[in-house]
């Protein structure tokens, strides 16, 4: 079937051409990860894992937002980093880690754990901004922020493909470089 418009066909395969460049790559996955980083605030938003789970509430400052309401905040600590045709998000935050997988704090040297938690009615001693609080054993629970596996939650699949089709569909349409 001859082409109706080979000025057309031209644009079009310069623009098929382009999606082999090192240029279009780059862009695509600075877009993913782009959209990597809104599925992760929209988690720390709704206080929700990745695969939609509702993080347990804190226990020692009730009505507190998990991971949010600290000066030391996680959320804000995430970052993209870029290399070889990809993307990963990382944190310098010493607890990241703690609070992806959970975690159990129990007494090395001492027979029990002593810790401020603003808000907290205190175990002895006088009430303040932050309250020392002594425990046995403390339990973290996991507030997953980032998928786990090689398998990604539907969310943050279905953002994937929705923004992989808008740089198609920009990049066939004229929009892009091309």
């Known amino acids: 079937m001859p082409a109706k418009d080979p000025a ?13 460049s090192p ?3 780059q862009e ?22 990745p ?5 347990p509430a804190l ?10 309401d600290t000066r030391r905040n996680l ?3 995430i ?6 045709g990809r993307f990963r998000l990382v944190t ?23 810790f401020g938690v603003r808000g907290a009615a205190p175990a002895r001693g006088r009430r303040g901004p932050t309250s020392i609080v002594f425990a046995q054993k403390v339990v973290i629970p996991q507030r997953q922020y980032l998928p786990i596996g090689p398998n990604l939650p539907d969310r943050w699949r279905e953002a994937f493909q929705e923004t992989h089709r808008r740089f198609m569909s920009r990049l066939l349409k004229g929009g892009g470089t091309p």
């Open 92 to 114: 310098p935050f010493i607890g990241a880690k703690v609070h992806q997988y959970g975690a159990t704090i129990v007494p090395v040297r001492a027979k029990a754990l002593r």
């Open 23 to 25: 240029q279009a790559k």
């Open 79 to 84: 970052s993209p980093r870029f290399g070889s």
């Open 75 to 77: 959320q804000a600590s």
């Open 59 to 68: 226990k020692s400052r009730p009505g507190g937002k998990p991971l949010q």
């Open 51 to 55: 695969d939609g789970f509702t993080w």
């Open 28 to 49: 695509l996955v600075v877009l993913m990860a782009e959209t990597a980083m809104a599925q992760v605030n929209y988690g720390f938003r709704t206080s929700t894992s």
């Open 8 to 20: 057309k066909v031209d644009i079009l395969l310069q623009r098929l051409e382009h999606l082999k």
